[in-house]
């Protein structure tokens, strides 16, 4: 019975998991193209890439908050009440539809004022301006792809997900090489080739899902009432998640020695270091979607257990993962960057944060267990706790009151995750976030 129970669990856990690994992994690699091609027309190139990425995040926050509170949703509605998933779906898309045409348009209009309120070096705010003007146009494309995304998963159609994102991983590659090495765009094509493959992608995701948008044509003011109330805590992490890393880009701009640098050390080890993350992210959304599901079966225990086991199997392969990228982080910053410094720079980046990779990975699935339940709000407290109560004043403490300079920004980094995970941890351990409101 026990046997029988686990091997149940292994197979929701790998089956939900498994393509969203691979959806992460193309991900990863169209943001690992955008950093080698930019590092072979020079390092200030790279760390405008890295530092735009970061703003960019923030850009299309509010539609990674959103989608969260539609999965939570519609992941229950679709093992419990198919017309009312239905009704989520038409809801989610008109209302992801006006939002991101709002937002793109304050974006396009705004992007002169963030450039002013960062403290990016001088010699890359050009660099940065150009790559965020083109961005801002990609808000509308991204927000809806970013949203069936979600639909597709938490509707157990996640191959098809899977299919989508394969494609814009072939695009985005694809144009990336032509329009940077052949045709007059240069550098622009970094971002150009991004805007081309997310507006494919999304074409994609509308035709999987046109069915489902207008079997029920009814708005639900309710429901996208309670995808905000589940999804703004998320927005709020994002935000703080972003904020810090821009705080942490904006420290290593100030330090007295190399900033540059560092900053290209940075955007080439949060990179690589993406290839721990992708799997931890992935198990995440893989654990939301089988809480989801489970609780719209009124499975509660069963929620439980099984989120508990995805988050130790996840533990188990980052931690396999952890060891191969710190065994060979030089040959892989290498590859990134011909610059010397910046290669042991990265290097020693990634030796520092491995020690906390384990932590991170049960941590940020447990929190899609969280997620997935639609206990947000306790989930935001802890991260934002972890990430503004220890993360940045120990990194300024360490950084430059005790003047361990961009070293004692990694160790700041470290020691945050490992509380941040033992926060999560206490938080789904206790089981109040199992509820019966569906």
């Known amino acids: ?42 390092k200030e190139i790279q760390a405008s890439i890295g530092f735009v990425s970061q703003l960019y995040f923030m850009l299309i926050v509010i539609g990674n908050a959103f989608t969260m509170g539609v999965v ?14 239905y009704r989520m779906v038409y809801t989610a898309i008109v209302s992801i539809f006006i939002i991101s045409i709002i937002l793109t348009i304050i974006a396009i209009n705004g992007n002169n004022k963030i450039i002013n309120l960062i403290n990016a070096p001088i010699q890359i705010k050009p660099y940065i301006l150009e790559f965020l003007k083109i961005y801002s146009y990609m808000i509308f494309f991204h927000y809806i792809l970013i949203v069936t995304n979600g639909v597709l998963r938490s509707s157990k159609r996640i191959k098809r997900s899977l299919f989508t994102m394969f494609i814009v991983f072939i695009v985005n590659v694809g144009t990336n090489i032509f329009y940077v090495f052949y045709t007059p ?28 948008i207008f079997t ?29 890393s821009v705080v942490i ?10 900033p540059t640098v560092y900053l290209a050390a940075f955007t080439n080890g949060i990179r690589i270091e993406s290839i721990i993350f992708l799997p931890s992210f992935a198990f995440s959304m893989a654990n939301a979607v089988i809480v989801g599901n489970l609780m719209g079966e009124k499975r509660f225990e069963d929620a439980y257990k099984n989120s508990l086991f995805t988050s130790i199997l996840g533990c188990g392969i980052i931690s396999i993962v952890t ?6 982080a030089e040959k892989v910053t290498s590859f990134l960057s011909k610059d010397p410094v910046v290669v042991r720079e990265s290097s020693r980046y990634l030796y520092i944060s491995a020690i906390s990779e ?43 009151l005790f003047g361990f300079g961009a070293y004692g920004i990694w160790w700041a980094m470290t020691i945050s995750i490992i509380i941040q995970a033992l926060l999560i941890y206490k938080r789904h351990n206790s089981r109040r976030w199992i509820r019966d409101d569906y």
Do not use: C, H
């Not at 149940?8 to 992994?25: H, T, V």
């Not at 880009?249 to 190399?258: A, D, H, T, W």
């Open 185 to 212: 765009l240069g550098y622009k094509g970094i971002v150009l080739s991004t805007l081309t493959a997310v507006s494919i992608g999304f074409l994609l995701n509308i035709f999987f899902i046109w069915k489902d």
């Open 72 to 85: 939570s949703i519609s992941s229950k509605l679709y093992t419990g009440n198919r017309d009312e998933f």
């Open 1 to 42: 019975m026990i046997n029988g129970t686990y091997k149940r669990y292994l197979k929701n856990s790998w089956s939900n998991s498994w393509p969203i690994i691979l959806i992460m992994f193309f991900e990863f690699l169209i943001g690992i193209t955008d950093v080698y091609i930019a590092g072979k027309i020079s």
């Open 323 to 328: 060891v191969l990228v710190v065994f060979y």
């Open 249 to 258: 880009f904006m420290m290593l701009s100030s330090l007295p020695e190399n």
């Open 216 to 244: 029920i044509k009814e708005f639900r003011y309710d429901l996208f009432k309670k995808a905000i109330s589940i999804g703004w805590p998320s927005g709020v992490v994002q935000i703080g998640w972003q904020l810090a």
């Open 358 to 400: 384990p932590f991170m990975a049960i941590g940020t699935i447990l929190i899609g267990a969280l997620n997935g339940a639609g206990d947000t709000k306790q989930t935001m407290i802890r991260i934002l706790s972890s990430l503004w109560g220890v993360r940045i004043p120990l990194a300024l403490i360490l950084a430059f």
